[in-house]
């Protein structure tokens, strides 16, 4: 009994295992036409500044427009494109589109910038020095305007190479943000050896902040050793004026989240931008 039952229960893990495999393959299959077809499209959450009360840019964050299951979410395929390379393909147009979109918009507001994802993958690939230097010329971005984000767990994979690549981006000027901070390795020692411009504190520590001490201690941590530091800091996933509150109060001086606005389509967040009751306002 006991081995039929084991029995079953692999063929069950199988099954389940093998749709999901199926699943992955049909994606990342999908995925090669994705471009060409031009399914993605960019996405853009506003990034608040507490301090200044105004929106100071967006994160741009990809969405997929897959022909047959709607829309769907980073969530849903950038893992399954990072380990079948396709990544590079895709990151490449995500920083095209981003940069050519802050290039409309710095026409009404010289001072928006943009925060892109970039993935491990695409990090060491060894051309995004290149990528970005003739985006930066093409699209004539002042380079502080544009924002590399980038997890800590990315970066610990090969710290040297990873610190030879954040040093040459620094000196092209461009912006280094460490995003979901305090989920990785969390090593103090990077935040010295790599010319990190910002730090993303991850929405875990914010969704309990108003509830949890230890949040509140980790947070306010946060926040003291980037004021020290010189480092930006800026609070992600929040999603309620309590959180705010706690974050204006503490020094926090960017915030994002669903209090605000959830990523928008590019005439929405022009849009949002325009009765948000911009300094320079963005008009089409
Ligand atoms: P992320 O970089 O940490 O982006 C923030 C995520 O949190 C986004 O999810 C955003 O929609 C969500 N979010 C923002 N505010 C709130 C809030 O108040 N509450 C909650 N619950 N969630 C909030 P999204 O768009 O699904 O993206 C998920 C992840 O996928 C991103 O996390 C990012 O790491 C990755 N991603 C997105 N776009 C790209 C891209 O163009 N390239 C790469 N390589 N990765 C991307
Ligand atoms: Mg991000
Ligand atoms: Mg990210
Ligand atoms: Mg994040």
Same mark, same amino acid.
């Given at each position: 009994y006991a081995k039929k039952k084991?029995?079953?229960a692999i063929q069950v893990f199988? /099954?389940?295992l093998l749709s999901a495999f199926k699943e992955d393959a049909q994606i990342e299959r999908d995925l090669h036409s994705a471009i060409r077809g031009r399914q993605f499209e960019l996405y853009y959450q506003p990034l608040r500044d507490l301090e200044q009360q105004t929106y100071i840019g967006a994160e741009a964050l990809i969405r997929w427009h897959h022909p047959k299951k709607g829309v769907l979410y980073p969530g849903a395929f950038i893992d399954i494109a !990072?380990? /079948?390379g396709m990544i590079n393909a895709i990151g490449s147009w995500v920083l095209e589109a981003a940069c050519r979109q802050l290039n409309i918009w710095q026409h009404h507001n010289a001072d928006l910038s943009m925060h892109v994802n970039v993935s491990a993958r695409q990090f060491f690939s060894g051309n995004l020095y290149e990528q970005v230097w003739q985006l930066l010329t093409r699209y004539r971005l002042k380079p502080k305007t544009l924002i590399l984000e980038i997890t800590e767990t990315e970066l610990m994979g090969d710290i040297r190479h990873a610190t030879l690549l954040c040093q040459e981006l620094a000196e092209l000027g461009v912006g280094l943000a460490i995003d979901d901070f305090g989920t990785g390795y /969390?090593?103090?020692?990077?935040l010295k050896?790599?010319?990190i411009s910002k730090l993303k504190i991850d929405r875990s520590f914010i969704s309990d902040l108003t509830i949890s001490r !230890? /949040? %509140? !201690?980790i947070v306010s941590? $946060? $926040?003291a050793m980037a004021n020290a530091l010189n480092i930006s800091l800026t609070a992600e996933g929040v999603e309620t004026a309590e959180q705010e509150a706690f974050l204006a109060k503490s020094l926090c001086h960017q915030a994002q989240g669903f209090l605000y606005s959830p990523a928008l389509r590019e005439p929405e967040f022009a849009q949002f931008l325009l009765t948000a009751? %911009?300094?320079n306002l963005i008009a089409h």
């Open positions: 084991k029995g079953t199988n /099954s389940t !990072e380990q /079948s /969390s090593s103090m020692r990077y050896q790599f010319p !230890e /949040s %509140q !201690e941590a $946060i $926040i009751k %911009q300094p």
